[in-house]
Nanobody, 126 residues
Framework: QVQLVESGGGLVQAGDSLRLSCAATGRPSMGYAMGWFRQAPGTEREFVAAISWSGGNTAYADSVKGRFTLSRERYKNTVYLQMNSLKPEETAVYYC???????????????????WGQGTQVTVSS
């Protein structure tokens, strides 16, 4: 069974950077996209970024474009979300997901993700 293990969350100040990692274990089948979503208390889970199986295509929420970069090391089944210039309103639990629906163009829809990690807390203080 595929498991996603996230790491890298923490407490930072506004304007700081963080890098989140997500490793897919359990021998996932080839051809999956991976993405990050976030959820603040009392809100719905929202899309942040996603990357295709090849790593050649990425998608970002408008709010993070130019500040966040998603990359993957396919041989490690791992993706990295580099987050720069963080804002207090981006405080949330960040979830990594795996999707077989976005082999070429990564999906931004949470319901198209087949597996999720346990989440990692990111807190940005003002």
């Amino acid at each position: 069974q595929v498991q996603l293990v996230e790491s890298g969350g923490g407490l930072v100040q506004a304007g700081d950077s963080l890098r989140l990692s997500c490793a897919a274990t359990g021998r996932p089948s080839m051809g999956y996209a991976m993405g990050w979503f976030r959820q603040a208390p009392g809100t719905e889970r929202e899309f942040v970024a996603a990357i295709s199986w090849s790593g050649g295509n990425t998608a970002y929420a408008d709010s993070v474009k130019g500040r966040f970069t998603l990359s993957r090391e396919r041989y490690k089944n791992t993706v990295y979300l580099q987050m720069n210039s963080l804002k207090p309103e981006e405080t949330a639990v960040y979830y990594c997901g795996l999707s077989y629906s976005g082999q070429i163009l990564p999906t931004t829809k949470s319901y198209e993700y087949n597996s999720w990690g346990q989440g990692t807390q990111v807190t940005v203080s003002s």
